[in-house]
């Protein structure tokens, strides 16, 4: 059974930075491809933010690049999520996924990041 462990979402004030991690437990983590993902109030659905192979390749959603980065450590079997120049409209609930070849994904139970005006 594949744990994935958010911590370090919280309340900031606009132009700030919070950094997201996400503790991997029960998986090859360096073998699994690890995302983030968001919900924001009145979104139907989670949306991509970003993703990291296990070969280190990331991409980001076009509302984040520049401001947010995506890192990874195998050693630790965590993922990270740098947020910097935050706004008010990145306020959500933030959700690790992770997920290894021919595998269900994983998912973690999110981590509220609230963006103050």
């Known amino acids: 059974q594949v744990q994935l462990v958010e911590s370090g979402g919280g309340l900031v004030q606009a132009g700030g930075s919070l950094r997201l991690s996400c503790a991997a437990s029960g998986t090859n983590f360096s073998a699994t491809t690890m995302a983030w993902y968001r919900q924001t109030p009145g979104g139907n659905q989670r949306e991509l933010v970003a993703?990291?192979?296990?070969?280190?390749?990331?991409t980001y959603a076009d509302s984040v690049k520049g401001r947010f980065t995506i890192s990874r450590d195998d050693a630790k079997n965590t993922v990270y999520l740098q947020m910097d120049s935050l706004k008010p409209e990145d306020t959500g609930v933030y959700y690790c996924?992770?997920?290894?070849?021919?595998?269900?994904?994983?998912w973690g139970q999110g981590t509220q990041v609230t963006v103050s005006s």
């Open positions: 996924y992770g997920r290894r070849s021919f595998r269900p994904p994983s």
């Open positions: 993703h990291i192979t296990t070969g280190g390749s990331m």
